[in-house]
C-alpha cells in the first residue's frame, strides 16, 4: 500500500502529534508498505525534500502559538510531486494547513481520506485570543474542526473514548469513529536498553543523590496546569526535603513558572532541564522515582506510557484521558486534586514495596500500546475505506453498464 502521511508537525521537532507520526511511519514500513510525509518547513520560502524523496516540507509561517507554522493549502509545487506518488490513501493528522492540503488533493486525486483528531483545540484558543473572545472563538474551533472531521474525511480516527465523546455527544457527528489509542515504540524506554552510564552521569549533571524523584514531561504552558505540581512540591518538602521535581521541556510559561519556583524558594527541589534531545528523553525516565501530571487537556498523554514504559509508575489526574491507561492502585495512582497528589507521593515514598509494583505493573501494561499495535490498528481503518472504494466502483460500473443498454 502507498500511504501518504499528511502532518503540520514532524521531526526533528518533537511533540506528541510528531512523535506519533513518526513512530506509524516506521512501524508501517516494517510491514512492507510505502509511506511518504508532507509536512513543515520551518523556512517560510523554501521546499525541501527529503528521506529519497518520501519527505516533503512545503514552507510555512509561524502561527504565534509555541513551534507550529502554517502553509499555503494548495502548493503547487508539491502538488506535482505527491501525483507522482500515486498514492492508495492519504491519512491526514492536522486539521488546518497542511490538513487542508490533504482534503484538497484527496478530492483532486479521489483517493480515500482518513483522519486522526490529536488535539483539543478548545483549550489552546487563549493562545490567540489571550483572554478576550473565547467563547465566540471555541464556537468557530468548533465549527471548523467539525466541518473537517465530519465532512470531508472517509474515516475518523481518535485516541481515546473522551475524544470519541466528543464527537458523538457534543459534536453530534454521524460517522464512523474508531478509537485507536495512538502507539508508541515502547522497546525504546525499557530500562534494560538506556544506557545506564548516561543516566549516571545525567544523575551528576543535575545534582542527585538519594532523592525521590517526581519527573514531569512535556509543553510547559498554562493548560500543562503545571502549577499543581509546583505548588505541592512546597508541601512535600516540607516532610521530606530530598523529595526533588523535574520539569522537563520548554514552552511560552516556562519564565513564569521558574518565577514561581523562586517566590516559594524551591529552588533546590525543582529542577527546570529546558528543552531535551528526543533520543535522550529515555534517559530521563530511569532518573523518575514517579511521574505525574495534572493536565486535563490531553486527547491521549503519551508521555504517561513512556513513562509506563520505563518501569515508572504514573500519578494522574483524574481525567478520562488517563483512565483507560492507567488503573488506580494497579500501575499508578489517579487523584482528584492537589490535596491528593501530595497524599499519593507521600505513601509510595513511605511503602516502596507498594511503589515498586506499581512500577512493574506499569512495565507490563505499556505492553499494549506499542507501535506493531497501533500500526495494525490504523491499518484495518485504510483496508474498510479501501474496501468501501471498491464497492462503490463495482456499483458506478454497474450502473455505466446499464446506461448503455
Known amino acids: 500500500m502507498r500511504i501518504g502521511l499528511f502532518t503540520d508537525t514532524y521531526p526533528p521537532y518533537i511533540n506528541g502529534v510528531s512523535t506519533s507520526v513518526c513512530m506509524l511511519k516506521r512501524a508501517l514500513e516494517k510491514k512492507g508498505h510505502q509511506v511518504y510525509v ?18 516533503i516540507r512545503i514552507p510555512g509561517i509561524p502561527t504565534g502559538i509555541y513551534d507550529y507554522r502554517l502553509t499555503g493549502v494548495y502548493p503547487l509545487r508539491a502538488m506535482n510531486i505527491i ?7 492519504i491519512h491526514s493528522h492536522t ?61 475518523l480516527i481518535v485516541p481515546t473514548k473522551k475524544t470519541y465523546d466528543l464527537f458523538k455527544e457534543k459534536y453530534k457527528v454521524d460517522k464512523n469513529i474508531h478509537i485507536i489509542p495512538t502507539g508508541i515504540e515502547i522497546e525504546r524506554f525499557y530500562k534494560e536498553n538506556v544506557n545506564k552510564n548516561k543516566v549516571d552521569q545525567l544523575r551528576k549533571n543535575l545534582l542527585l543523590k538519594d532523592d525521590f524523584v517526581i519527573v514531569f514531561v512535556g509543553r510547559i504552558a498554562e493548560e500543562k496546569n503545571i502549577t499543581l505540581l509546583i505548588e505541592a512540591q512546597k508541601d512535600l518538602v516540607k516532610k521530606h526535603k530530598n523529595i526533588k521535581l523535574i520539569i522537563i521541556g520548554d514552552g511560552p510559561d516556562s519564565e513564569d513558572y521558574k518565577k514561581l519556583t523562586k517566590k516559594y524558594k524551591l529552588d533546590d527541589n525543582i529542577i527546570f532541564t529546558g528543552k531535551v534531545p528526543w533520543e535522550e528523553i529515555p534517559c530521563y525516565y530511569q532518573l523518575a522515582s514517579v511521574f505525574a501530571t495534572a493536565s486535563t487537556t490531553e486527547t491521549q ?26 488503573i488506580d492502585d494497579l500501575n499508578g495512582k489517579i487523584f482528584k486534586n492537589k490535596k491528593e497528589y501530595i497524599k499519593d507521593v507521600l505513601d509510595l515514598y513511605d511503602d516502596r514495596v507498594k511503589l515498586s509494583n506499581l512500577s512493574r505493573q506499569a512495565r507490563l501494561n505499556a505492553e499494549r500500546y506499542s507501535s506493531k499495535y497501533y500500526a495494525e490498528g490504523v491499518l484495518d481503518v485504510y483496508e474498510h475505506v479501501l474496501g468501501n472504494k471498491k464497492d462503490k466502483s463495482k ?10 443498454k
Not at 508532507?38 to 519527505?55: F, M, R
Not at 478576550?132 to 467539525?146: A, Q, R
Not at 518501569?311 to 484521558?321: H, K, N, R, T, Y
Not at 456499483?395 to 448503455?404: C, G, M
Open 301 to 326: 498523554g503519551l508521555t504517561v506510557i513512556e513513562a509506563m514504559a520505563g518501569g515508572v509508575a504514573p500519578l494522574c489526574i483524574d481525567d478520562e484521558s488517563f483512565r483507560n491507561v492507567v
Open 83 to 89: 501525483k507522482k506518488w500515486n498514492l492508495d490513501i
Open 38 to 55: 508532507v509536512t513543515v518547513n520551518n523556512d517560510s520560502l523554501k521546499y525541501k525534500i527529503e528521506e529519497n524523496n518520501t519527505v
Open 95 to 155: 486539521e488546518f494547513g497542511v490538513g487542508t492540503f490533504a482534503r484538497i488533493i484527496a478530492k483532486q486525486f479521489n483517493i480515500p481520506l482518513v483522519h486522526t483528531y490529536h488535539t483539543m483545540y478548545e483549550d489552546y484558543v487563549h493562545y490567540i485570543t489571550h483572554g478576550y473572545f473565547n467563547k465566540s472563538s471555541k464556537k468557530i474551533v468548533e465549527y471548523l474542526t467539525l466541518f473537517y472531521c465530519d465532512k470531508t474525511a472517509n474515516e
Open 395 to 404: 456499483i458506478t460500473d454497474i450502473f455505466k453498464k446499464f446506461r448503455r
